[in-house]
């Protein structure tokens, strides 16, 4: 049952360069969505997060857009820093029912070389 | 910073014995959960905890578990038999009101 899917277990990118960070859903009751950032040896860290009644949404560095009509979200990272480097778990949940339960996909760990 | 901390980092058991994984949340948070990472696999939820009951669960937890908040600060998974596949990095967040979530940095647990 993979609801949230990452279809790309790893990215390598140069630093500077713009890093892209794909998720794919199925279910079209989900209306918010995340991404979380992990370390190892750490838990997942919150990043930024999207509602379904947007299709961007930026802070800083980092860009989440979204196309519901797609069932498709990415990140978008610019410029790039070896400090990124870690596994991004995109998560999606509904919040009809006030759940906010998030469904999280297998991660895509990125790599930013110096 | 305020973060969410977990005990112990590492716990080794035995098949068949009960292992209790403890959280300590953000203090003024009023939503907690547990989830579980299989080596390889998704991060999975197994259980909310809000107003000192639990709010939803997934069919991972069954009646071998239980969560407990027995006092203002901590925040406790209990698994009463544990099976070789219990093993998994157990993850422990809060939240203050629903949306994103503050994660623990962790317990992994190992049955032999």
């Known amino acids: 049952d993979q609801q949230v899917k990452q279809n790309s277990p790893s990215l390598s990118v140069q630093e500077g360069r713009i890093s892209i960070l794909n998720c794919d859903y199925t279910n079209s009751m989900f209306d918010y969505f995340l991404w979380y950032k992990k370390y190892p040896a750490e838990g997942p860290t919150f990043l930024i997060s999207?509602?379904?009644?947007?299709d961007k949404n930026e802070d800083g560095r980092f860009t989440v857009f979204l196309n519901k009509s797609a069932k498709h979200l990415s990140l978008h990272i610019v410029p790039s820093q070896p400090g990124d480097s870690a596994v991004y778990f995109c998560a999606a949940s509904r919040t009809s029912g006030g759940s906010y339960i998030p469904t999280f996909g297998r991660g895509t760990s990125l790599i930013v070389h110096p | 910073e305020p973060e969410v901390t977990q005990t112990p980092s590492h716990q080794v058991t035995q098949m068949g014995q009960e292992v209790i994984l403890r959280c300590v949340p953000i203090s003024n948070h009023l939503y907690f959960y547990w989830y579980r990472q299989i080596l390889g696999q998704k991060v999975e939820f197994l259980v909310s905890f809000y107003n000192n009951e639990i709010s939803e669960k997934s069919e991972i937890f069954d009646d071998q578990f239980s969560v407990e908040r027995p006092d203002g600060s901590n925040f406790t998974l209990k698994i009463r038999s544990t099976k070789l596949e219990d093993s998994a990095m157990y993850f422990c967040a809060s939240t203050l009101s629903l949306g994103e979530q503050y994660f623990g940095p962790g317990t992994r647990l190992t049955v032999t």
């Open positions: 999207i509602s379904s009644i947007k």
